[in-house]
């Protein structure tokens, strides 16, 4: 606990603190010597125009004088100057930088002075000192205090010899003052500086000397007295009972040291089993070594000079487990050191009686409790980091001329990988999967698995060493078991557990600039195609379609000269400098301004009357559940179920030339098409 007894500045223990804006405590002379004038800001609390930008939450951090800009302010200002929070820019300002958080902290007309002192450390410093038996320094040598030899009742001070001759003569009006010993003062004094039984006497207003203060400002987060509250520099603002408040903190404080008090016993806990890990290890280390001295004397003649690197190898692993385990103990030490110094300060605190002085600690303490008990599980320090356990062997059936290559092997295959569902994701016709090996395997590898999309058997997709994996070229509406496993030389490890993703219901996809043909220009995120040659060229889509029903539609944006574009679908690797269709890998519809044809593999099929212009719209419709090709025109069917028996994987397709630009629209609906369905039942 001494560590939180100690002023950030002289480093010594506190002697008289004084409390920040910031929740900060310094020595008063410490406070002292940091102090200096500056030049503040002017702003009116009722006009915010300077700060337009802010939120409604940090114009009340201008009341509460606790800004995130960095600068703390103690109100200063008579009731003359009630509404300003800042002197004017023409007067200087008593300022201090606050040497834990570097905030600029303005104080008001009296300085130092207007600080409230921090009673209760004052109580837990003198309690620390007695149980101690420390010395009290003198509390007015301004540099290097030395030992104190009296302290005065009276004025409450501790002297030195040098420091009560100057400024305590035994004539003249001090001469009735009871000078006692500094060890005979902490008999009647709890702290340093403090004569009467300060922890009893409650605390009055700085500002209003005659006043208690009574109740608690919840905006500016400090004790205020009633004159405080007529004065009207907390108008509006909420406030508390001073004893309500201060019960509630010291309830949320309890539980808080609650928790921290229970991971410090855990802590305490663990650091025991880890010390006997060591003694495990020792354990464990001698039984290898006799094991490992059995097996080689079975070869003396041929493994001697082998046998003393193979117990240097034990050896070394041994002190690498070692020095781990003794690392692991030492952080964990110094936590619970930490730990522990802020449990025995905070139950110091819990002690104050005076609630003024303890809500001025109480929130600051708070947090850093709970920000210690939450670093417990952040920083993972009661997990064990190696095991006792050798996971080596030796391997003594191997030939006798094998002997010289005579090494460990690993006794375990690896654990199972964890997924990180978190992670894992669908997209369109693709899936990612993430995951993490066995925190204790050694890895060399990983396998991931998918089934295929319809419950049947798992197929390997990947193998390496990386642990994110993203599949391409699924199916859509499927719903994929991934699993993963890992392997080392020792053999595959099992499984992880399985995870399902299900890909999208309908295909979302863009024209593909990487497999079209030179002439093809794109435009509007790859969905707008044009050429710039008269002669046929084809483009196809970045996705390509083996199960399900896809319907996507083509809008006309400008058609010259009577061209004959066509649409469909093809293989991958289709000819992209003829009209789609012209070979065996291309179906499509060809249109012009009248009538279409429908065209495989350079044959004409099934003429149909209707023709396309600016504005019109072209559907495909392609079931692979029916492995059938249909078109529309203008959102009525157009022509027969015009393409068969449709096996294998496609792509949407266009071809056109430079009098011809279009649009596509993918991922639409299936249309409800009742005449199709009645020809299909005739037939």
């Given at each position: 606990?001494?560590?939180?007894?100690?002023?950030?500045?002289?480093?010594?223990?506190?002697?008289?603190?004084?409390?920040?804006?910031?929740?900060?405590?310094?020595?008063?002379?410490?406070?002292?010597?940091?102090?200096?004038?500056?030049?503040?800001?002017?702003?009116?609390?009722?006009?915010?125009?300077?700060?337009?930008?802010?939120?409604?939450?940090?114009?009340?951090?201008?009341?509460?004088?606790?800004?995130?800009?960095?600068?703390?302010?103690?109100?200063?200002?008579?009731?003359?100057?009630?509404?300003?929070?800042?002197?004017?820019?023409?007067?200087?300002?008593?300022?201090?930088?606050?040497?834990?958080?570097?905030?600029?902290?303005?104080?008001?007309?009296?300085?130092?002075?207007?600080?409230?002192?921090?009673?209760?450390?004052?109580?837990?410093?003198?309690?620390?000192?007695?149980?101690?038996?420390?010395?009290?320094?003198?509390?007015?040598?301004?540099?290097?205090?030395?030992?104190?030899?009296?302290?005065?009742?009276?004025?409450?001070?501790?002297?030195?010899?040098?420091?009560?001759?100057?400024?305590?003569?035994?004539?003249?009006?001090?001469?009735?003052?009871?000078?006692?010993?500094?060890?005979?003062?902490?008999?009647?004094?709890?702290?340093?500086?403090?004569?009467?039984?300060?922890?009893?006497?409650?605390?009055?207003?700085?500002?209003?000397?005659?006043?208690?203060?009574?109740?608690?400002?919840?905006?500016?987060?400090?004790?205020?007295?009633?004159?405080?509250?007529?004065?009207?520099?907390?108008?509006?603002?909420?406030?508390?009972?001073?004893?309500?408040?201060?019960?509630?903190?010291?309830?949320?404080?309890?539980?808080?040291?609650?928790?921290?008090?229970?991971?410090?016993?855990?802590?305490?806990?663990?650091?025991?089993?880890?010390?006997?890990?060591?003694?495990?290890?020792?354990?464990?280390?001698?039984?290898?070594?006799?094991?490992?001295?059995?097996?080689?004397?079975?070869?003396?003649?041929?493994?001697?000079?082998?046998?003393?690197?193979?117990?240097?190898?034990?050896?070394?692993?041994?002190?690498?487990?070692?020095?781990?385990?003794?690392?692991?103990?030492?952080?964990?030490?110094?936590?619970?050191?930490?730990?522990?110094?802020?449990?025995?300060?905070?139950?110091?605190?819990?002690?104050?009686?005076?609630?003024?002085?303890?809500?001025?600690?109480?929130?600051?303490?708070?947090?850093?409790?709970?920000?210690?008990?939450?670093?417990?599980?952040?920083?993972?320090?009661?997990?064990?980091?190696?095991?006792?356990?050798?996971?080596?062997?030796?391997?003594?059936?191997?030939?006798?001329?094998?002997?010289?290559?005579?090494?460990?092997?690993?006794?375990?295959?690896?654990?199972?990988?964890?997924?990180?569902?978190?992670?894992?994701?669908?997209?369109?016709?693709?899936?990612?999967?993430?995951?993490?090996?066995?925190?204790?395997?050694?890895?060399?590898?990983?396998?991931?698995?998918?089934?295929?999309?319809?419950?049947?058997?798992?197929?390997?997709?990947?193998?390496?060493?990386?642990?994110?994996?993203?599949?391409?070229?699924?199916?859509?509406?499927?719903?994929?078991?991934?699993?993963?496993?890992?392997?080392?030389?020792?053999?595959?490890?099992?499984?992880?557990?399985?995870?399902?993703?299900?890909?999208?219901?309908?295909?979302?996809?863009s024209l593909d600039p990487s497999t079209a043909h030179p002439d093809i220009m794109f435009s509007n995120d790859n969905m707008t195609v044009t050429s710039n040659s008269y002669d046929d060229r084809v483009v196809i889509g970045n996705v390509g379609f083996s199960r399900g029903v896809h319907y996507w539609e083509i809008v006309i944006d400008r058609y010259d000269n009577h061209p004959d574009p066509a649409f469909g679908i093809a293989r991958y690797d289709v000819a992209k400098d003829t009209m789609l269709g012209k070979d065996d890998k291309s179906w499509s519809i060809y249109i012009d301004n009248t009538r279409s044809w429908f065209i495989h593999n350079n044959e004409h099929s099934d003429r149909t009357e209707?023709?396309?212009?600016?504005?019109?719209?072209?559907?495909?419709?392609?079931?692979?559940?029916?492995?059938?090709?249909?078109?529309?025109?203008?959102?009525?069917?157009?022509?027969?179920?015009?393409?068969?028996?449709?096996?294998?994987?496609?792509?949407?397709?266009?071809?056109?030339?430079?009098?011809?630009?279009?649009?596509?629209?993918?991922?639409?609906?299936?249309?409800?098409?009742?005449?199709?369905?009645?020809?299909?039942?005739?037939?």
């Amino acid at each position: 606990m001494e560590e939180e007894l100690h002023c950030p500045v002289c480093r010594c223990l506190y002697n008289d603190p004084v409390v920040l804006s910031c929740s900060h405590s310094l020595c008063v002379t410490c406070a002292q010597s940091l102090q200096s004038y500056g030049q503040p800001m002017s702003v009116q609390t009722d006009d915010f125009s300077a700060f337009p930008e802010c939120p409604e939450s940090d114009r009340f951090s201008l009341y509460s004088c606790e800004t995130d800009s960095g600068v703390c302010v103690n109100y200063c200002g008579s009731a003359n100057s009630r509404n300003q929070l800042f002197p004017h820019s023409e007067t200087l300002c008593l300022k201090l930088a606050c040497p834990v958080c570097n905030k600029n902290i303005f104080l008001r007309e009296k300085g130092i002075n207007s600080l409230p002192r921090n009673r209760t450390l004052e109580t837990i410093v003198a309690r620390y000192s007695e149980g101690r038996n420390l010395q009290v320094k003198c509390q007015l040598c301004e540099r290097n205090p030395v030992e104190a030899t009296v302290f005065c009742e009276q004025c409450e001070v501790f002297y030195c010899d040098k420091c009560r001759e100057s400024c305590h003569p035994s004539r003249g009006p001090l001469a009735k003052h009871n000078l006692v010993s500094p060890n005979a003062a902490s008999g009647k004094s709890s702290l340093p500086g403090g004569g009467k039984s300060k922890g009893n006497r409650l605390s009055t207003c700085g500002e209003h000397v005659e006043e208690t203060l009574s109740m608690f400002c919840i905006v500016c987060r400090v004790p205020v007295c009633y004159q405080c509250l007529e004065d009207g520099r907390h108008y509006n603002h909420d406030v508390k009972a001073l004893g309500a408040m201060a019960k509630t903190l010291k309830t949320d404080l309890s539980q808080a040291l609650t928790l921290l008090s229970d991971k410090a016993r855990q802590a305490k806990d663990f650091i025991s089993e880890l010390r006997k890990v060591i003694d495990d290890i020792q354990t464990s280390t001698v039984e290898f070594e006799a094991s490992l001295v059995a097996q080689c004397d079975q070869l003396i003649e041929t493994i001697k000079q082998r046998k003393e690197q193979l117990l240097n190898d034990v050896t070394h692993e041994r002190d690498f487990k070692v020095k781990m385990v003794k690392d692991h103990i030492s952080e964990c030490t110094n936590k619970v050191r930490q730990t522990t110094g802020l449990l025995e300060f905070s139950i110091e605190v819990m002690k104050e009686t005076d609630p003024a002085s303890f809500l001025l600690v109480a929130n600051s303490l708070l947090k850093r409790v709970e920000a210690t008990e939450k670093s417990w599980k952040k920083e993972m320090l009661l997990e064990h980091h190696v095991v006792a356990e050798y996971d080596l062997t030796l391997d003594n059936t191997s030939a006798i001329q094998a002997i010289e290559q005579l090494n460990f092997i690993q006794m375990k295959a690896p654990g199972p990988p964890m997924i990180l569902t978190e992670q894992c994701s669908a997209e369109n016709n693709s899936v990612t999967i993430s995951w993490q090996p066995d925190p204790i395997s050694w890895v060399e590898g990983f396998v991931l698995e998918l089934d295929d999309g319809c419950q049947g058997e798992f197929r390997e997709v990947y193998c390496g060493r990386e642990t994110v994996c993203t599949v391409d070229g699924l199916h859509f509406d499927s719903t994929y078991n991934c699993r993963v496993k890992a392997y080392n030389h020792a053999g595959e490890g099992v499984y992880s557990e399985t995870v399902c993703l299900q890909t999208a219901e309908v295909a979302w996809f863009s024209l593909d600039p990487s497999t079209a043909h030179p002439d093809i220009m794109f435009s509007n995120d790859n969905m707008t195609v044009t050429s710039n040659s008269y002669d046929d060229r084809v483009v196809i889509g970045n996705v390509g379609f083996s199960r399900g029903v896809h319907y996507w539609e083509i809008v006309i944006d400008r058609y010259d000269n009577h061209p004959d574009p066509a649409f469909g679908i093809a293989r991958y690797d289709v000819a992209k400098d003829t009209m789609l269709g012209k070979d065996d890998k291309s179906w499509s519809i060809y249109i012009d301004n009248t009538r279409s044809w429908f065209i495989h593999n350079n044959e004409h099929s099934d003429r149909t009357e209707g023709g396309i212009g600016v504005k019109a719209v072209v559907g495909v419709l392609l079931d692979l559940e029916k492995h059938t090709l249909c078109f529309y025109l203008n959102s009525k069917p157009h022509g027969p179920i015009t393409f068969r028996d449709l096996h294998g994987v496609f792509y949407p397709a266009i071809s056109l030339n430079r009098n011809v630009q279009v649009t596509v629209h993918s991922g639409l609906e299936i249309p409800v098409d009742t005449d199709t369905e009645d020809e299909e039942e005739e037939e």
